[in-house]
């Protein structure tokens, strides 16, 4: 996706951000997961590297975890966020549980970017040698590495706009209703 692209992001309020999100990458993603599970489960994929095929499962699974922990927990937040905003809360007159859940949130969505890299960087250490290989490899195997290769780039734009767009908007939303968070998250 272009950069120019990336800017029309930056101009949305909090919820339309939240809309875009889903619409263009969680449910892409969850596409894309359900693509690649189909693929690892079938009979023809036993030619492909045996830890591949278990990295890319294992992928799978925490992708749905954080996919899930956006839509149930992360976006929900930031429209709270937003109300709370629209609303003029001051958390400063809270009774101090806001600091927590606050500076929670953003340590958990750093934290889930570096655990699925972590995982997307061992993927792409085995994907190395197989596709010296794969033009020799059965059409599922290739099928599954081309698969994988475009979870990859779409999760890779997912976390450049939450990490440049999002969380600094959640962040500018913490500071608007004086929301105590660490400078260190």
Do not use: W
Not at 21 to 45: A, F, W
């Amino acid at each position: 996706m272009a950069r120019a692209l990336f800017s029309q992001y930056q101009k949305d309020s909090p919820g339309a951000l939240a809309g875009r999100l889903q619409k263009n990458y969680y449910n892409l993603i969850g596409c894309l997961c359900d693509c690649v599970e189909t693929l690892t489960q079938q009979p023809e994929t036993t030619d492909c590297n045996s830890l591949y095929n278990s990295l890319c499962q294992r992928l799978v699974s925490e992708i749905r975890e954080q996919m899930q922990y956006r839509q149930t927990i992360l976006m929900p937040y930031l429209s709270e966020l937003e109300q709370k905003q629209q609303s003029g809360h001051n958390c400063l007159t809270c009774s101090g549980g806001c600091r927590i859940n606050h500076t929670g949130q953003l340590q958990q969505l750093k934290s889930a970017h570096q655990h699925i890299k972590e995982i997307l960087y061992r993927i792409q250490q085995v994907a190395t040698p197989m596709q010296q290989d794969l033009k020799y490899a059965n059409p599922i195997c290739r099928i599954l590495v081309n698969e994988i290769a475009q979870l990859d780039t779409t999760l890779t734009e997912l976390f450049y706009l939450e990490e440049a767009i999002l969380i600094p908007k959640i962040m500018e939303l913490q500071s608007r209703i004086n929301a105590a968070t660490d400078s260190a998250v």
